[in-house]
T-cell receptor, first 114, second 116 residues
Framework: AQSVTQLGSHVSVSEGALVLLRCNYS??????LFWYVQYPNQGLQLLLK??????LVKGINGFEAEFKKSETSFHLTKPSAHMSDAAEYFC????????????FGQGTRLTINP | EAGVVQSPRYKIIEKKQPVAFWCNPI?????LYWYRQNLGQGPELLIR????????DSQLPKDRFSAERLKGVDSTLKIQPAELGDSAVYLC??????????????FGPGTRLTVL
């Protein structure tokens, strides 16, 4: 069964520093992978998605992620953190057989220190 | 374009009481999803509709939960009776039919339910 694991429930970085949020997936077939962001008291917003095209995917707000099949990873990065990036980030894998649903990781809370 | 609308935003009830949540998806979106998000967890799918048909309700606790989407537009999720463990944020999302493999889901702000 497909699943995702997010390493680190909390990540704290300084403003201007590199942001790295880790996501590993488990899938017996090529997956579709997503990163969503959730700001306090709001719904989830799509940051970027991998759908078997380019392995380096660029998203909104300066975020990008690289699909690495050999490492079964889809880590999210941003070169320079901004205070407005403070939020909860969720990695998700799309089950494309059967139920065709998103399966989310447990989330990583990103804190930005001034 | 208006996003996914949910109401109420917050609900506090006592256990054993009924509660209902309402969702209006983005206009033209055929697919509607209800998710439950427990504190500190990612969302988990409860039910998915294609127009008015529930095509995946395998994770819906059918003894107390029910949902409907009578005209294929807005939807209602009901819990009767509520239990303490139902405290969570209930998220509604919608998407176009398109290619089901990767069509983007748009989420509403959610309803935060507290059961006392």
């Amino acid at each position: 069964a497909q699943s995702v694991t997010q390493l680190g429930s909390h990540v704290s970085v300084s403003e201007g520093a590199l942001v790295l949020l880790r996501c590993n997936y488990s899938s017996s077939v090529p997956p579709y992978l997503f990163w969503y962001v959730q700001y306090p008291n709001q719904g989830l917003q799509l940051l970027l998605k991998y759908t078997s095209a380019a392995t380096l995917v660029k998203g909104i707000n300066g975020f990008e992620a690289e699909f690495k099949k050999s490492e079964t990873s889809f880590h999210l990065t941003k070169p320079s953190a901004h205070m407005s990036d403070a939020a909860e980030y969720f990695c998700a894998v799309r089950i494309i057989q059967g139920a065709q649903k998103l399966v989310f990781g447990q989330g990583t809370r990103l804190t930005i220190n001034p | 374009e208006a996003g996914v609308v949910q109401s109420p935003r917050y609900k506090i009830i006592e256990k054993k009481q009924p509660v209902a949540f309402w969702c209006n998806p983005i206009s033209g979106h055929n697919t509607l999803y209800w998710y439950r998000q427990n504190l500190g967890q990612g969302p988990e799918l409860l039910i998915r509709y294609e127009n008015e048909e529930a095509v995946d309700d395998s994770q819906l606790p059918k003894d107390r939960f029910s949902a409907e989407r009578l005209k294929g537009v807005d939807s209602t999720l009901k819990i009767q009776p509520a239990e303490l463990g139902d405290s969570a944020v209930y998220l509604c999302a919608s998407s176009t039919r398109g290619n089901p493999s990767y069509n983007e889901q748009f989420f509403g702000p959610g309803t935060r339910l507290t059961v006392l």
